[in-house]
C-alpha cells in the first residue's frame, strides 16, 4: 500500500500563493487516483480537488475552481496543489488521499490518507 506525506503548507497573507506537495513511497502512485481534502476547526472534512491516475481528468470543488490547480508527476511520485489567490477562508488542515478506484470527490472512497499539512491564511 502506498504512504503518503504532504509539505508544502504555512502561514501567508490573503491574495498569497502556496504549492503543496504529496509524496508517495511503498507503491508506484500512478496505480492511484489522488485528491486533496482540507478540514476546518470544527467542520466536517471537505474535497477540494481531484487528479485521475494519468492526469487526463481533473476535478476541483467549487470554491477553489478558479484558484487552485491541482497536478501530478507519476515518475517522481509526486502531486501538487498550486494554490493563488488564497483567501482567510481556505485556513485548514489540508490533506491528500490516494484511492485505487475511479477519481471522485467521495470522500469514503479514498482509503489512504496523509498526515495533513496546515494552511492559515491572515487577512
Known amino acids: 500500500q502506498v504512504q503518503l506525506v504532504e509539505s508544502g503548507g504555512g502561514l501567508v497573507q490573503a491574495g498569497d500563493s502556496l504549492r503543496l506537495s504529496c509524496s508517495a513511497s511503498?507503491?508506484?502512485?500512478?496505480?492511484?487516483?489522488v485528491a486533496w481534502f482540507r478540514q476546518a476547526p470544527g467542520r466536517e472534512r471537505e474535497f477540494v480537488a481531484a487528479?485521475?491516475?494519468?492526469?487526463?481528468?481533473?476535478i476541483y470543488a467549487d470554491s477553489v475552481k478558479s484558484r487552485f490547480s491541482i497536478s501530478r508527476n507519476n515518475p517522481a511520485n509526486q502531486v501538487y496543489l498550486q494554490m493563488t489567490s488564497l483567501q482567510p477562508k481556505d485556513t485548514a488542515e489540508y490533506y491528500c488521499a490516494a484511492t485505487l478506484r475511479t477519481v471522485t470527490r467521495d470522500v469514503g472512497k479514498y482509503n489512504v490518507w496523509g498526515q495533513g499539512t496546515q494552511v492559515t491564511v491572515s487577512a
Open positions: 487528479i485521475s491516475r494519468w492526469a487526463n481528468t481533473q
Open positions: 511503498g507503491r508506484a502512485l500512478d496505480d492511484y487516483a
